[in-house]
């Protein structure tokens, strides 16, 4: 069990450390590209239990291999042998995948309550930023606000949401929450679901700026409605500040 525990962890961790060093390399490149990267990163992530996509280390990396059986050497007899880590990792797992499914039925009621305003914008109390939300029916959830904002500003963020929907957004972020409460003991594997959340917003704006919204006036409308918000788990949208507004 502790070489399976290993070997797991190690390849989560060179899937990730891959990913990171291609972000690097493409730091010049599009936003879009680089959620790319770390979109591809989760997908493997995901499959790797499956064992469907990362060769077999044992070939690979000997090295690594040897270290794991080391450790596995050090472990007290089979009978001695404590079930509280595979407990404490399953607990983990549990509690993660609670908060996603208590986001998924917030997210439902959000939608169920939200009032129609010209496709695919429905109002509703339940947010006080606009969000994106592609389960199923693509739609843009907006705060009652919303209808007195400026004109630009309504354009701007509805272009910002749109893209989102047109990129299935929320599904990725859905991916990578899933992976991350599979593999949460790795912080590689938070880093890699905070930088994809990260470039899909960054690649969201630069939609907005190629349909020819100005780059100062469209950092402007971010801070004012972004400032103290927090994007809820599985919704993408404008309340996630970008570097545009920092």
Not at 196 to 205: S, Y
Request: charge should be positive.
């Amino acid at each position: 069990m502790t070489d399976i525990w290993v070997v797991a962890f190690v390849k989560a961790t060179v899937v990730t450390a891959m990913a990171a060093c291609a972000d690097l390399t493409l730091r010049h490149a599009s936003a879009g590209v680089r959620h790319l990267v770390w979109l591809t990163a989760s997908a493997a992530l995901f499959l790797l239990p499956f064992g469907a996509l990362v060769p077999d280390l044992t070939l690979s990396a000997p090295i690594v291999m040897q270290a794991a059986g080391s450790i596995s050497s050090l472990s007290a007899p089979p009978g001695l042998r404590s079930p509280l880590p595979f407990f404490v990792w399953i607990a983990g797992c549990a509690l993660l995948l609670a908060r996603v499914v208590a986001s998924g039925v917030s997210i439902a009621r959000l939608v169920h309550r939200a009032q129609p305003a010209g496709h695919p914008v429905r109002v509703t109390y339940g947010v006080r930023v606009p969000f994106a939300c592609g389960f199923g029916r693509e739609l843009v959830l907006v705060p009652p606000a919303f209808e007195a904002w400026p004109e630009n500003r309504r354009r701007a963020v509805l272009l910002h949401e749109t893209a989102h929907l047109e990129r299935r957004d929320n599904w990725s972020l859905l991916l990578a929450e899933i992976v991350r409460a599979f593999y949460w003991p790795n912080p590689l594997v938070w880093y890699a679901a905070a930088r994809l959340r990260r470039e899909q917003e960054h690649a969201a704006d630069d939609s907005v700026l190629r349909a020819g919204i100005d780059a100062a006036e469209y950092a402007a409308h971010l801070i004012d409605i972004a400032r103290g918000q927090r994007a809820p788990l599985l919704l993408a949208g404008a309340a996630m500040r970008s570097e545009l507004a920092s």
